[in-house]
Structures are given as C-alpha cells and as structure tokens.
C-alpha cells in the first residue's frame, strides 16, 4: 500500500469527508485554534454554534439524517458543555465524531495547573470513555493514521459516538497516511450453522402462527436497513406497527402498517392486534419506557422472536453471531407469502388520530389546541420533509399524525435532553438543505437552547419553527405542578427580529393560525425562517402524556398524601372513561 504525507489534522479531516461527513459544528477556545484553521482550509465546512451543547445537538441529527455526523470544542470546558448531547447520541445509538483540541503533548506528559484542565488531564477522557464506544488522543505519529481509521471505522461499524482528542502540537505534525480512500466497515457475517437454526425456528413460529405481525426498530434505521424491511413486508404480507423512536421508518400509508404501539397507551385494535399476536417478530427496537407505554406493553414471549445487531431471540432460545442484515435477507428469500386480507389488518390510514384525509375545517374565533393544530399540521406537512418534535407534549401529538410521503420523523425518545430539538433543527437544515425541515418547540425547552435560532438565520437555514407556548413545563406538570414548572414569558416571535431574520406570527386562534400558514407556504417564504407562536393552555396536551405523567408521579414518589393520590386515581379514571379508542397505562399501586 502506498503512503503519502500529510498533517494529523489534514488526514483526519479528509477521513471525515470519505466516511460522508461534510460539515463540522464547533465552538472556538484556544486550544483547538489549530485545528480550526485546517477546517477552515479543507472540504468540510465549519458550522459556528452558539454554544457547545447546541454543537453536539446539531451534529446528532446531522448523523441521524447523513449517516455520521461531527462536532470539535476545546479542552474541558468545551467538551463538557457538549457531553449530554454526546450522551444522548449514546444512547439512541448515533454515529458521532467528538473531537477535542487538547493541551500540547509536553503539558500531558508534566500535567502542570493549566487553564481549563481538572489536575488529572484524562478526567475529560475518562467521562467521555461512558458515553462514546471508542476513544483515541492522537499523541503518537506513528500510530495517528491507523486510530484515525480504528476510530472511524467503530463509529460507523456500531453506529455510536466516539472520541478524538488533537493535541494541540499534533494538528500540524506531518505523518504517513495511505493513499487509498476510508471505506465503511465491511458487514460482519453471522455464524452460518446458528443463522440456519435460527431462521428455521423463526420461520416454523410464523408458519403456525395465525397472527403474525412485525414490529421494525431503531436498528433498522441506524444500519440502514430500510429496503431489507420493505423487501420483507412485500414477501409475506404480514402487518407492521411502529414504536415511537421508529416512527416512519416506512411511509406511514404503507397498506400494512397499523399504527403506533405503545403499550397501554396505543391505540385500542393496535394494542390488541399487537399482543393478541402469536407471533410477535421485533427487528432491533429498544424497549424503553416511552415505547412501552411505561413498561405496559404485554409482550408473551413464548411467541415472540427479537432480533438485534448481532444476536436473535427465538422464543427462549438465544443465537449468537447472528447479524440482523443476514437474518433479514434469509428470511425475505424463505418466508411464505399470505394474503393479508387473512391477517386482520386495519390500515392506519383508516384509524391513526390526526389524518390527512379526515376534513380540517378552521373556527376562525376558536382557541388553539394542541388536537386541533396536530390535526391542522397533518393537512400541511409536505411530502420528504423532516419533522421535529421536542420531547413533551410535542412529542407525544406529533407521534399521533399520519406523515406523508418521504418523511423523517425525529424526537429524542429514549434520553429526552431538554432542548434538544432546537440544535437539532440546526443540524437537519445543514445536512438537508433541499428538505422542508418543521420543528415543534416548547417554551421552556426554547429558552434552554434558544440562541442557535441565531444560527440557523446566520447560514439560510429555512425552517418553519412551531413555538408552543403553553406558559412553561408542561411535561412537568402533567407529572406534578409546581412553581418550579413556571418560566419567565417570553415574546418569542419577537426573537426573530432580535436575531437578524425570518418572518414571524403570533397566534392564538384558528384564523391566525391558517393565515400565518397561508403565508408561510408561499413560495417567497419557502426561502427563509418562519416563526410561528402558538398560545395554548398550560394543561392543554393529549391523553398519553397525561397518562404518562400520572404514573411517571406514582413511580417517582410524588403524590405524598392520600389526597393527592386520590386526586390522581381520579384524573386517571377520568381519562380511561373519556377515549373508546384508547387504553391506558398501568398504574402503580396507589399505596406504592
């Protein structure tokens, strides 16, 4: 093999580039000034963030949309701004580049009391060893080639954050690179005897099975494995749900999907459908809280297979080394076709809450609410768009719309940063700059992450950005409500003008709203920022978050007296009676 000479910094740069990352989110400090300026000399372009939280937010769903994404702070302060974001990435399983501009290497090796250091010059590292699945200082020239494809290579391979850190006498050390460009990792290949046993056990579950059914996961998306799904849907006919942190991993008008599960809390045929089943087959999901409905999903084993990235779960029969794309191929090329007619099959075009095709029809004097706007927004989503919904009452309304065409549904489901939508949106416009991006934000977790709003105006970003302004934390509330959940009001749409640009609307009724949606969908507005307040009620957000926040209370130890706890067996009551097409999550003992 061939080598040539090149910088740490340059080689690390033109790796990124290779591995299909083309911008990088930053913020400046002194010791990553170097590597900086090789940026600002390369083919990645640098993307200033307002803070390194926002950087590490923007880089996340950058990934989530390109494949890998890439954020560089300096030393400490910097990075340990930015490692909840990283965290998160963690664990949702995205494939983020953290990189750090370190102290020279002279200071690693004395570690006198430098500015931004801890004593120990590895604590830094030693945080982000939790939350990252490899890591690397680039200290040595002999070796900075080959931990820059190690590095790289682990991040795609398990599509998870990783760390490197670039001292700063490094960026510009000359060092032997290879000529040959970085490839993703080749797919591991499963143990051919324990494929075999497995797909011959899966396939004998589902051909006695009178009701089969899919449940397609976050593996799926992250391993790009959208086709091998869809292949197989076409070669068996049997139906798929959702979970929350999967939304629209298929279009959502396929004629087999039947909706969202979330245990209690889904829809009633999509709960009994789901575990009414006898063979239940789930591809690589995480089964957290908010998938589950609080842990309410009843899932018989004994009739369940589960697949992940490198294992499958037949019933209580366990393989190893068997890779979920092997599987799924072997299983398209095997399984028994049936004719869907058979398979009690409700489309979610017929039954999902807030539709494109059920009539909107505006009361222009009407306050907003979020079931009505949920229901407005599934008439004005446009086909490839990117939807955004903050963790919250966002979140669980945004879940409940039927997306159309093409669509990229993405709410941090499982780690649930506050804020993290607003860098977030940041990150969507950059890696998707031809896609209309939408994101719903509310007000407390706006003003966490706000000033990226700034950056998004700074580099013509144009999004539609949906502030729900429901006078503070509602997610909170619905949990329990105290001053705490208050937050100082903002004139929100007035940030616009503070920032340097965009338009923006401030709506409290039906008409204002469908006029600032009428403007916002001409074509001259397509081309900027649109900002739209939305006033609604404190309480105002549906069932399954206030079921939600019930138990979350009970689990928590919150609801002190036996008044309050009777108050909440009241609440929830009430909430059981009020929806038929409904059920709910289980409640803790009220004793408990």
């Given amino acids: ?84 974001g990283v965290a998160g990435s963690y664990a949702e399983s995205v494939p983020v580049v953290k990189i750090t501009g370190v102290p020279a290497t002279r200071f690693y090796r004395n ?68 000529s040959t460009p970085f490839t993703r990792p080749k797919l591991s290949k499963s143990d051919p005897g324990a494929l075999n046993e497995a797909i011959l056990e899966a396939l004998n579950l589902l051909h006695h099975a009178r009701r089969p059914i899919f449940i ?113 191929r072997e299983l398209i090329q095997k399984i028994s076709f049936r004719q869907p007619s058979g398979l009690d099959i409700k489309k979610a075009t017929d039954g999902c809450v807030h539709r494109g095709i059920v009539p909107y029809d505006p009361v222009p004097d009407a306050a907003l609410t979020m079931n009505r706007v949920f229901h407005r927004m599934a008439h004005f989503f446009r086909e490839g768009s990117i939807v955004i919904a903050e963790t919250g009452a966002s979140l669980f309304s945004a879940a409940e719309v039927l997306m ?47 000033q990226d709003l700034s950056t998004m105006i700074r580099y013509g970003c144009k999004p539609t950005v949906f502030l729900v302004n429901n006078d503070g934390y ?35 009724t039906e008409k204002e709203l469908e006029e600032s949606l009428e403007i916002a969908a001409q074509d001259e507005n397509l081309n900027q920022l649109v900002f739209i307040e939305l006033h609604l009620d404190r309480f105002d957000c549906n069932d399954a978050l206030k079921r939600a926040g019930i138990a979350m209370a009970m689990n928590n130890r919150l609801l002190g007296d036996a008044a309050e706890k009777e108050e909440a067996q009241k609440r929830f009551e009430s909430l059981k009676s009020d929806l038929s097409e409904a059920s709910f999550s289980v409640m803790p003992s009220m004793d408990g």
Avoid at 25 to 49: A, C, M, Q
Avoid at 404 to 426: D, N, W
Avoid at 479 to 508: A, E, M, T
């Fill in 1 to 84: 093999m061939s080598v040539n000479k090149m910088t740490v910094a340059a080689f690390l740069l033109r790796r990124l580039k290779e591995a299909g990352c083309d911008e990088i989110f930053g913020v400046p400090g002194d010791f990553v000034l170097g590597f900086f300026n090789e940026i600002l000399t390369s083919e990645i372009r640098y993307i200033g963030t307002c803070n390194e939280l926002n950087a590490a937010y923007a880089a996340d769903c950058y990934a989530r949309i390109k494949g890998i994404g890439a954020l560089s702070t300096t030393y400490n302060v910097g990075e340990l701004s930015a490692i909840n």
């Fill in 111 to 178: 570690q006198p009391l430098l500015h931004h250091t801890l004593g120990d010059y590895q604590a830094s590292l030693k945080m982000f060893s939790h939350v990252t699945v490899t890591q690397t200082i680039l200290d040595n020239a002999e070796t900075a080639a080959t931990e820059i494809d190690r590095v790289l290579t682990a991040c795609l391979k398990h599509s998870a954050p990783v760390y490197i850190g670039v001292p700063s006498d490094m960026v510009f050390t000359k060092i032997d690179v290879p």
């Fill in 216 to 328: 397609p996961g976050i593996e799926i998306i992250r391993h790009n494995l959208h086709k091998e799904f869809k292949d197989l849907l076409s070669a068996s006919g049997i139906p798929y749900a959702t979970m929350m942190l999967s939304k629209c991993i298929v279009d959502e008008d396929h004629p087999q999907f039947i909706g969202l599960y979330a245990g209690d809390r889904s829809r009633k045929y999509v709960r009994e459908r789901v575990e009414g089943s006898d063979c239940l087959m789930i591809f690589g999901e995480k089964l957290t809280d908010f998938n589950t409905g609080g842990f309410s999903a009843r899932m018989d084993w004994r009739s369940t297979i589960e697949v992940f990235y490198d294992t499958v779960r037949v019933m209580f029969h366990v393989y190893n080394n068997v890779y979920i794309h092997d599987f799924m």
């Fill in 404 to 450: 159309p065409k093409g669509t990229t549904f993405v709410g941090q489901t499982f780690y649930g940063s506050i804020g993290y939508t607003l860098g977030a949106c940041l990150g969507a416009c950059i890696a998707a700059p031809n896609r209309k991006v939408y994101l719903f934000i509310g007000d407390g977790s706006f003003q966490v992450t706000c």
């Fill in 474 to 508: 509602t997610i909170e509330r619905v949990i329990v409500d105290r001053i705490y959940n208050d937050i100082q009001p903002w004139k929100y749409h007035k940030l616009v003008d503070v920032f340097g640009g965009g338009r923006s609307f401030d709506c409290k």
